[in-house]
């Protein structure tokens, strides 16, 4: 459904994203994942529409938006999170998720309505009242993807929800976030978590240095040779294979 | 059945629309007068500046704007009053169109937006100040013609009573926009841009129609204004000390919260008051006041009065809850 072909954008001689193509299946949950620096959270600003890429198009359902300002985009029902999240930290928690929700739903009722809706999904209906700014880290995250969640998206761009969570808490959100998928919103996530990527994602591309350099299943992503001199340096894919060779006899115990 | 916030605004304007029964004094109906133009043009700002968090300093030129279009309309052209009023208001709409299509375009934000409002309101006053249109330096003096087609009553509670009007309505309108999908995007962008655009507002639109709602209103306060010194000029129209005033009642009173304004402006200019009485005839002692209650208010209580009452409100009421 979401389409991105030959995105690149520079920021003067940078190439923070050079030449990346993704797809994303109606239904799915797909992950993005990739070293520090490597152009993840750029390639998203590009799809919602923050940064206008210097090529490449950006389609949903076969229709060009490259040229779409993002909030026409969360009409054509792209949304997304922020890895830096952005609460508004002078209102509540409910009030924050109306505004999302006002995207649909003009009547105001309507509107506080669905938003109460949203916080039940995330479990966040014991903090409506709360100020988004006396939320912890969690709680934050949660208000992210919640009000996301109340423009109704048809895709939701996931931007690192899980990082600063302790493993509990992480525990405690991956059954929400399946079940949003499960409701029938596509997921597009940028994820560091292995635990979590390897858990929900169905197909995983890996962007390094700007460039789309593996794509495929969680665990034949982690065993790509290329992915793995991505994180940890050229040659170490050799190494660590010798390494657990001699360690045990064979490559994948 | 009565919607959410309307209770104190209808019960504010009644208590000030019964105060000619119990009060006859000429000098509180001036004052009141002028607290309530200063709050109308106040309110203007607080729609914007409040609720849209797009602080103007530059605010006159809204006032200036409506107070010349309805003078020039009359003295000139001898339009109706209330048509000129009608046409005032519009000029402030549109000039707040222009402003804010040319300022948030652009995106000016914070300081460097109320920068350029400052520059624009001081622009007029230096054309008003030497254009024919304008009266020049000399300024404009209406007519002195009292009835009600023109706009003039010789009865000073009378006045009162119509700017009272005027600040009810802006009273009902800024609290049907709080509660409305637009006052909830104007809210988000205060807050915060990006989050607002990630969830589908479109900030540009939002902003200009605030800025335009907000040039409406104070160019209203700016035709009473008129309506009722029945002379303008450069200076007056189009002066800092106007700016100055719109932007401090609500920051006194409660910036972004309805009755801010009108509360704020009662607040200062009471205090005002009650300085000049005590101390005389000191120049300037008022402003000694309001810069005063200004850093008092900043200090200890940067959500204003009203934010006061309600933080002690809810501390009362979550205390004796518990």
Redesign the interface.
């Known amino acids: 459904m979401l389409q991105v072909r030959n995105a690149t954008m520079r920021f003067g001689g940078l190439v923070a994203v050079n030449n990346a193509s993704l797809d994303v299946k109606e239904g799915s949950i797909t992950g993005l994942i990739g070293p520090n620096g490597a152009g993840k959270t750029t390639l998203f600003a590009v799809i ?1 529409g ?1 940064l206008k890429p210097t090529e490449g198009a950006i389609s949903l359902y076969g229709k060009d938006i490259t040229a779409e ?3 026409k985009r ?2 054509s029902g792209i ?2 999170t ?1 890895q830096i999240v ?6 509540n928690v409910h ?1 924050n998720i ?3 929700a ?2 649909r739903h ?1 009547r ?1 009722s309507d ?1 506080v309505e669905k938003a109460r809706e949203v916080a039940h999904q995330v479990g966040l209906e014991k903090d409506l009242e709360k100020s988004a700014a006396s939320l912890t880290v969690a709680g934050r995250k949660r208000l992210e993807l919640a ?2 969640l ?2 109704e998206p048809k895709i939701l761009l996931l931007d690192e929800v899980l990082a600063g969570l302790n493993p509990s808490e992480i525990r405690d959100i991956i059954p929400v976030i399946r079940s949003i998928r499960d409701s029938g919103v596509t997921i597009l996530m940028i994820e560091h978590v292995m635990q979590a990527v390897m858990n929900l994602c169905e197909h995983v591309y890996v962007l390094a240095q700007g460039k789309m350099i593996a794509e495929g299943t969680p665990a034949a992503v982690c065993n790509d040779p290329a992915v793995i001199e991505a994180y940890l340096g050229k040659g170490s894919a050799e190494r660590i294979a010798r390494q657990s060779a001699e360690n045990t006899g064979g490559p994948n115990a | 059945m009565i919607g959410r916030g309307y209770l104190p605004i209808i019960l504010v304007t009644l208590v000030i629309a019964l105060t000619p029964l119990v009060i006859s004094s000429n000098s509180f109906f001036n004052f009141t007068v002028l607290v309530l133009i200063i709050a109308l043009a106040a309110q203007g700002w607080n729609l914007l500046g409040g609720i849209g968090g797009q602080t103007s300093f530059g605010h006159a030129m809204f006032f200036g704007i409506g107070a010349y279009t309805a003078s020039i309309l009359q003295t000139h052209l001898g339009v109706n009053a209330w048509i000129s009023l009608v046409a005032a208001i519009a000029a402030g709409a549109l000039a707040g169109l222009i402003v804010g299509f040319l300022s948030f375009r652009a995106g000016l934000r914070g300081s460097y937006f109320a920068l350029v409002t400052l520059a624009f309101a001081e622009l007029l006053r230096v054309l008003a100040n030497a254009s024919e249109l304008t009266g020049g330096a000399a300024g404009l003096l209406l007519k002195l013609d009292p009835g009600f087609a023109n706009m003039q009553f010789s009865s000073r509670p009378t006045f009162m009573l119509l700017a009272l009007a005027f600040v009810f309505v802006s009273l009902v309108i800024t609290q049907k926009i709080v509660n409305s999908r637009f006052g909830a995007h104007l809210v988000a962008v205060r807050e915060n841009e990006d989050a607002a655009k990630a969830l589908g507002v479109d900030v540009l639109t939002v902003k200009l129609k605030a800025i335009s709602l907000s040039g409406a209103m104070t160019a209203a306060a700016g035709v009473l204004y008129v309506q009722y010194f029945l002379y303008i000029d450069s200076g007056i129209a189009f002066g800092i000390w106007i700016s100055i005033e719109a932007l401090l009642a609500p920051m006194i009173g409660g910036r972004g919260m309805v009755l801010g304004p009108l509360i704020g402006a009662f607040t200062l200019h009471g205090l005002g008051e009650v300085t000049k009485s005590f101390a005389g005839r000191v120049p300037g002692i008022d402003l000694m006041v309001f810069a005063v209650v200004l850093i008092v208010v900043i200090a200890f209580a940067s959500s204003g009065i009203l934010g006061l009452i309600r933080k002690l409100a809810d501390r009362f009421s979550s205390k004796g809850g518990a």
């Open positions: 919602a923050f300002q993002p909030h969360a009409v949304a997304r922020f952005q609460p508004f930290a002078g209102l009030e109306t505004v999302g006002y995207l003009a105001p509107a009000r996301a109340a423009t």
